[in-house]
T-cell receptor
Framework: AQSVTQLGSHVSVSEGALVLLRCNYS??????LFWYVQYPNQGLQLLLK??????LVKGINGFEAEFKKSETSFHLTKPSAHMSDAAEYFC?????????????FGKGTKLSVIP | EAQVTQNPRYLITVTGKKLTVTCSQN?????MSWYRQDPGLGLRQIYY???????DKGDVPEGYKVSRKEKRNFPLILESPSPNQTSLYFC?????????????FGPGTRLTVL
């Protein structure tokens, strides 16, 4: 079964600083990878996803993530944090095999942005 | 507007009293899924459905039932709720549920079992 590890349950950054949220997956075959964001009292929405077309993936709100097979990582970054980025971020993985339905989520990283 | 709706949004109940949380989507999606979210544990999948009359267990199915009699609806049933089922529940749907499909989430149902 796929698994995903998010390092750091809480990350604090200053407004304008670099955001780096870490995600590592366990799989011998590159899976499909996703980042979702959850704003307070809301459901999750997709930020970006890795589909094997390109290793650097750009998402909404200025976020991007780079797939690194050698490191089994898919870290999420944003060059300059904004107050509105404060939310919880979830990395998720799905097996790339045919008929694979399960989407497995990491435990989440709560991002705080300090003015 | 394309959306996933859940009802109720908030529910407080007592141990053993059967309840149903409804989920409906208007996007003609084949795949639907239920998750529970608990602090420090992220989202864990309870059940999913690949299409009408096709369901399967996720990672934490114990104490839950589901049915998929029509494409748009996927209710979650707790026949005898217990306090350890106090959680935030999310329904999600996607076109097929495989490969790079994006899942669209409902707003969540916060359940408290006393």
């Amino acid at each position: 079964a796929q698994s995903v590890t998010q390092l750091g349950s809480h990350v604090s950054v200053s407004e304008g600083a670099l955001v780096l949220l870490r995600c590592n997956y366990s799989s011998s075959v590159p899976p499909y990878l996703f980042w979702y964001v959850q704003y307070p009292n809301q459901g999750l929405q997709l930020l970006l996803k890795y589909t094997s077309a390109a290793t650097l993936v750009k998402g909404i709100n200025g976020f991007e993530a780079e797939f690194k097979k050698s490191e089994t990582s898919f870290h999420l970054t944003k060059p300059s944090a904004h107050m509105s980025d404060a939310a919880e971020y979830f990395c998720a993985v799905r097996d790339s095999g045919a008929g694979s339905y399960q989407l497995t989520f990491g435990k989440g990283t709560k991002l705080s942005v300090i003015p | 507007e394309a959306q996933v709706t859940q009802n109720p949004r908030y529910l407080i109940t007592v141990t053993g009293k059967k309840l149903t949380v409804t989920c409906s989507q208007n996007m003609n999606h084949e795949y639907m899924s239920w998750y529970r979210q608990d602090p420090g544990l992220g989202l864990r999948q309870i059940y999913y459905s690949m299409n009408v009359e096709a369901t399967d267990k996720g990672d934490v199915p114990e104490g839950y039932k589901v049915s998929r009699k029509e494409k748009r609806n996927f209710p979650l049933i707790l026949e005898s709720p217990s306090p350890n089922q106090t959680s935030l529940y999310f329904c999600a749907s996607s076109t097929s549920g495989t490969s790079t499909d994006t899942q669209y989430f409902g707003p969540g149902t916060r359940l408290t079992v006393l």
